[in-house]
């Protein structure tokens, strides 16, 4: 299996250019809440693509990077 990039956690697809993929809109945030360890205080059944968008960043990387 290939190495993922650095900082990732567990494995993740990535385009054919060799990019990682984004992660589905429809991921609910609680998933993510417990895979990264955080708590971006709002509901659990919320959608990644809501949350995206309440925050204004333009991916899951920019979420949990951009403080």
Known sequence: ???D???MKG???RNKDGAL???R???HVATIEEKYDRDFGVRGDMHLETLLERERKDS???L????
């Open 1 to 3: 299996m290939a190495k």
């Open 5 to 7: 990039a650095p900082g």
């Open 11 to 13: 494995p993740r697809s």
């Open 21 to 23: 993929r984004r992660k």
């Open 25 to 27: 809109g429809d991921t």
């Open 60 to 62: 899951l990387n920019d």
């Open 64 to 67: 949990l990077h951009d403080e």
